[in-house]
């Protein structure tokens, strides 16, 4: 059986994201890492915390977007577009 950590704990991995394009690549690390360590039963409640630690301009871009999802999110942050937005 697989241990997991709390999603408080989990949530603790994930550094608040700005939008400095130097740091996109940790913070979708941090996410994943964040994930992997939950039950996967609470991916949810980890994503939209994760969505809490997101400021700025991608926070704009994301609410109107209405990403679904870690994967949807990853994809954005990592679309060329939206890295010279940031």
């Given at each position: 059986m697989a241990e997991?950590?709390?999603?408080?704990?989990?949530?603790?991995?994930?550094?608040?994201?700005k939008g400095d394009k130097k740091e996109v690549l940790a913070f979708i690390s941090n996410v994943d890492t964040a994930f992997e360590v939950i039950n996967?039963?609470?991916s949810d409640v980890l994503y939209k915390f994760i969505l809490t630690r997101i400021s700025g301009e991608p926070r704009i871009a994301i609410a109107h977007?209405?990403?679904?999802?870690?994967?949807?999110?990853?994809?954005?942050?990592?679309?060329?577009?939206?890295?010279?937005?940031?």
């Open positions: 997991y950590i709390s999603v408080g704990e989990a949530l603790k991995l994930v550094s608040p994201f996967p039963d609470n977007r209405h990403l679904e999802n870690k994967d949807d999110l990853k994809a954005f942050l990592r679309t060329p577009t939206q890295k010279s937005a940031l």
